[in-house]
Nanobody
Framework: QVELVESGGGLVQSGGSLRLSCTRSKSSLGNVAIGWFRQAPGKEREGVSCISSSGDSDRTYYTDSVKGRFTISRDSAKNTVFLQMNSLKPEDTADYYC?????????????????????WGQGTQVTVSS
């Protein structure tokens, strides 16, 4: 069984919204960092958003292209991290993946490299039409 499972992708018109879910199946979320990444055809996998948790406090991170449109959050009771995506654009079309940070500060590097994350989910496809 994979450790992370993504869901919520689909087909949406430009300007529409989707909410992606990332559920950790084998353990509780605890205070691990969870990142959302995406990969479009012919492009490298890139960081989209990240959440770092400590108790009741969450710190969130976003790549510039999604700031103001996407919101990351978590529900520890459900072992789930969400990515609310609003005002979607065709350039948001990609396979979206979540992953676990390998150290507590992994979110500080998510927008530059994917190497601080592992336990990747299988991905969920998002398609935004014009």
């Amino acid at each position: 069984q994979v450790e992370l499972v993504e869901s919520g992708g689909g087909l949406v018109q430009s300007g529409g919204s989707l909410r992606l879910s990332c559920t950790r199946s084998k353990s509780s979320l605890g205070n691990v960092a969870i990142g959302w990444f995406r990969q479009a055809p012919g492009k490298e996998r890139e960081g989209v958003s990240c959440i770092s948790s400590s108790g009741d406090s969450d710190r969130t991170y976003y790549t510039d292209s999604v700031k103001g449109r996407f919101t990351i959050s978590r529900d520890s009771a459900k072992n789930t991290v969400f990515l609310q995506m609003n005002s979607l654009k065709p350039e948001d079309t990609a396979d979206y993946y979540c992953a676990i940070g390998i150290w507590g500060g992994a979110c500080t590097t998510f927008h530059y490299t994917i190497t601080d994350f592992d336990s990747w989910g299988q991905g969920t496809q998002v398609t935004v039409s014009s």
